[in-house]
């Protein structure tokens, strides 16, 4: 029997333990269901296959990679020209829309300044490269340093695993930079002189809600898949 044979058949055998029934309570379930997922078994029970390891850091890597060009794409447009147009046309705005004493948006329900925007987007590029820069890095060195065989993996996964939950979780740290990114990009590059007053309020309005759908989306499909 080869190696990867074998470990599947250790996987196998961990999950054959915790087979569910229509009688179990829903607290039985929930705990039950947890012993048979890939999550616990990988990390609590340190049994991971190295073609499904690298399968899943070859995903992250090109999600990393992708999320790399977006920042650098975004400076060519924000820069100090930029900038200083937008906070031209915000001060020219009338105060039912903007203040330009406070440099604020008037809607009482966004607390949102033109330097808040800026820091925004500059902190949300900041993030977004250097989790990328980062997620990418670690996958090299996972690329470089993990064992080839499979015996030899089972022996390293305890101590590699931690690495691999690092460049998964910069991953997500990417993706939550570039989603912070997104609204006040859209309603600064896509609004126009004459509209942008009341336009960038609207338009981060509907990023916050779109923001939440999400969450809630993401949420719903994990219960789902539970």
Not at 27 to 32: A, C, G, L, Q, T
Not at 192 to 211: M, V
Request: hydrophobic residues 45%; charged residues 10%.
């Amino acid at each position: 029997m080869s190696e990867k044979e074998s470990g599947n058949n250790i996987e196998r055998s961990t999950v054959a333990k915790y087979v569910l029934t229509p009688s179990y309570t829903w607290y039985e379930y929930i705990r039950k269901r947890c012993y048979t997922s890939n999550l616990y078994t990988c990390w609590y029970k340190n049994v991971m296959i190295v073609d499904d390891a690298d399968g899943i850091i070859n995903s992250v890597t090109v999600v990393n990679a992708l999320l790399l060009t977006i920042p650098f794409n975004l400076l060519g447009s924000y820069n100090n020209d930029f900038w200083s147009w937008e906070m031209t046309n915000l001060a020219n705005c009338n105060n039912a829309y903007f203040n330009t004493t406070s440099l604020q948006f008037s809607d009482p329900n966004l607390n949102i300044t033109g330097e808040k925007i800026y820091l925004s987007v500059s902190h949300g590029i900041f993030n977004c490269t250097f989790s990328s820069i980062l997620g990418l890095l670690l996958a090299a060195i996972y690329y470089s340093l993990r064992p080839k065989n499979q015996s030899s993996f089972n022996i390293w996964w305890p101590r590699g695993k931690y690495s691999c939950m690092l460049i998964i979780f910069f991953t997500f740290v990417a993706i939550a930079s570039l989603l912070q990114i997104f609204g006040p990009s859209v309603s600064l590059l896509l609004s126009s002189t004459q509209y942008s007053c009341h336009a960038i309020p609207d338009l981060l309005k509907q990023h916050n809600i779109w923001l939440i759908a999400t969450i809630l989306i993401l949420t719903i499909a994990a219960i789902l898949m539970f």
